[in-house]
């Protein structure tokens, strides 16, 4: 099985910053795309950054300039540093990633999710 476990979560103040963590273990064959995504309460699950290795970075407008998205390829593990903290960052953080499981010609693509990481920005 594919298992990704989030890091860093946590209570914050306004202007101050966090440092995010997943790692992907498991059944691997590749991995292609990786990316942050947030909800907070009442509030539908929105993308907040992704990462496709060797191609391009993507952020949420909200987001730029504060947060950045990075990458160790070798250990699987995907990282957001999040600077400049404000309480409409509050939600819970998920990890997802990309992953094929089979070297096989044809074999799909699959989407996983770690489990969530509480972010929470005080005034």
């Known amino acids: 099985q594919v298992q990704l476990v989030e890091s860093g979560g946590g209570l ?3 202007g101050g910053s966090l440092r995010l963590s997943c790692v992907a273990s498991g059944s691997i064959s590749s991995i292609n795309r990786m990316g942050w995504y947030r909800q907070a309460p009442g509030n539908e699950r929105e993308l907040v950054a992704a990462s496709t290795s060797g191609i391009s970075t993507n ?3 909200s987001v730029k300039g504060r947060f950045t998205i990075s990458r160790d390829n070798a250990k699987n593990t995907v990282y957001l ?10 939600a819970v953080y998920y ?4 992953i094929k499981i089979s070297q096989a010609m044809g074999a799909p693509v699959y989407r996983y999710w770690g489990q969530g990481t509480q972010v929470t920005v005080s005034s």
């Open 12 to 14: 914050v103040q306004s």
């Open 81 to 90: 540093q999040m600077n400049s903290l404000r309480p409409e960052d509050t």
């Open 95 to 98: 990890c997802n990633a990309d």
């Open 59 to 61: 952020y949420k407008d």
